[in-house]
């Protein structure tokens, strides 16, 4: 069984707001957008949100996600990696994690399938486009624990071997759009 898990627990500090919920053009939050590619493709599927975060709840509740409240979010992505890698620890029968940026809502549902059946393999998994690395990236269950401990600004690239990853070439412009500033949404038209 592949799991999967998108981080929604930073801080948006260049969004200037919380840009999970800034509304798409078809209406959609940018977080609702950016997880409809991941449901129904994986076995269970977390969000790690902010403690106490209402909005994430209630989406979580809405589309059947699993929350899981990062403690220490604010201090970096490392926290949010950590919080992850230790749920997918945690499941029964869990061969690898498809793993997810909640401000990517370009990302194309065939493509979370095709991660999670290459991440089969048992190898890393770099959606690519254009010869380009993206995310969602997979991670085999064997490489989780490393991740437990990170702290910080650090990202998994510092601890997992990217260069011996298995390179997946799609045809999906989304694994490499990300809404960092308010400007970006005009990607998406």
Known sequence: MMAGALLAAGQARRF???????????????????????????GPLALVLPED?????????RLGLQPLACRLNRGGIGHS?????????????CR?????LADMPGVRPHTVSQVAA????????LPCYQGRAGHPRGLPADCLPGLLDLRGDAGARDILDWNGALRLELDDPGVLLDIDQPEDLTKLV
Request: glycine letters at 14%.
């Open 96 to 100: 690898g994690l498809v793993l997810g």
């Open 81 to 93: 990696l950590a919080c992850a890698a230790a749920w997918a620890l945690g499941l029964p029968d």
């Open 118 to 125: 290459a991440l089969a393999h048992g190898q890393l998994v």
């Open 16 to 42: 200037g707001a919380d840009k999970r919920q800034a509304r798409l053009p078809d209406g959609r939050t940018l977080l609702e957008a950016s997880a409809a590619a991941f449901i129904g493709r994986l």
């Open 53 to 61: 975060d209402a909005f994430g709840l209630e989406l979580c509740g």
